[in-house]
């Protein structure tokens, strides 16, 4: 039986420890989203890669990590902790999304890099 076609899981080397790194640099009393992660670390669209970076480490600030628009995409007692969590460090909300406007991380853009003369 042939199965349907997958998305490849080879990633590119490295690519794990940047998102990780984007995610420890958002700092306290911010925000961003795991499509802004993903940016941040050099891959964009590749927000779940950043889900599964969370779920498989240790010592993150997961709690500085939401969905677009700034919601919360965590289910019962975690969305609970997260909201707490978030609101212990001062962000505020808009209902049940972050005001993002307030509360968002402005990533550093990466440098290019320069092009050597011939």
């Known amino acids: 039986m042939h199965s349907a076609a997958r998305p490849s899981r080879i990633r590119p080397p490295g690519m794990r420890?940047?998102?990780?790194?984007?995610?420890?640099?958002?700092?306290?009393?911010?925000?961003?989203?795991?499509?802004?992660?993903?940016?941040?670390?050099?891959?964009?669209?590749?927000?779940?890669q950043v889900v599964a970076a969370l779920r498989t480490s240790y010592g993150l600030p997961w709690h500085r990590v939401l969905g677009a628009g700034g919601a919360i995409k965590l289910r019962g007692d975690y969305a609970v902790e997260q909201r707490l969590r978030l609101e212990t460090e001062g962000i505020t909300f808009r209902g049940k999304r972050v005001n993002m406007s307030l509360h968002e991380s402005k990533f550093k853009k990466p440098k290019p890099a320069l092009k050597r003369r011939s």
Do not use: F, H, N
């Not at 990780?20 to 050099?42: H, Q």
């Open 17 to 48: 420890e940047k998102i990780l790194a984007a995610i420890r640099s958002i700092p306290r009393g911010k925000v961003s989203t795991y499509g802004g992660v993903a940016r941040a670390a050099g891959y964009p669209g590749a927000a779940r």
